[in-house]
C-alpha cells in the first residue's frame, strides 16, 4: 500500500522550526501565555514535550507520518480557559510566525490548514458550550 503524498512540500525540520518559534511566542503573549502556562507549566521539559506532540500533530497532517495520537478537539473542549474567541488570536499569531519563520510558499499552504482545523475546533468549541436547547450556529 502506497503512503499518502504530503498536503504540501514541507520538510519535518521545518515543521519542528514553526513549532518552536511559535510557542516562543506563545508563552509571553499577554492573552493566550497564561492559558498555556496554567495547563502546560513553565518548565521547558514540560514545553519541549508539547512542543514534540504538536509537531507530530502536524507531522501527521501534513506528511502523514501517522505518529499522533492525540485527540486535540477533545482536549480543548474539555479546558474551560480555552474559549472561542481565542482561535482568531491563536490563528493569527501563528500566521505570523509562518510568515517570518517559512518560506512563502510553505507558509500559504500551512497557514491555510491551521486556519481550517482551528475554525473547526471553535465552532465545536462553541457548540458543546451552548445552553441546552439553544439553536446551533452555523457559520
Known amino acids: ?33 497564561p492559558i498555556f502556562n496554567a495547563r502546560i507549566g513553565k518548565s521547558p521539559e514540560a514545553w519541549a514535550a508539547h512542543e514534540e506532540k504538536i509537531a ?8 502523514h507520518e501517522r505518529n499522533y495520537d492525540g485527540r486535540p478537539q477533545q482536549v480543548h473542549m474539555a479546558t474551560p480557559s480555552v474559549m472561542p474567541e481565542h482561535f482568531p488570536i491563536w490563528l493569527d499569531l501563528f500566521e505570523e510566525t509562518a510568515r517570518r519563520v517559512l518560506p512563502v510558499e510553505v507558509a500559504v499552504p500551512w497557514v491555510a490548514l491551521a486556519r481550517r482545523i482551528g475554525e473547526g475546533m471553535r465552532m465545536g468549541i462553541e457548540q458543546v458550550r451552548r445552553p441546552p436547547g439553544a439553536v446551533p450556529v452555523l457559520r
Open 1 to 33: 500500500m502506497n503512503a499518502m503524498p504530503p498536503r504540501f512540500a514541507i520538510t519535518p525540520e521545518e515543521i519542528d522550526a514553526q513549532v518552536r518559534a511559535f510557542y516562543a511566542e506563545i508563552r509571553v503573549h499577554p492573552v493566550l501565555g
Open 56 to 63: 507530530r500533530f502536524w507531522r501527521n497532517a501534513i506528511l
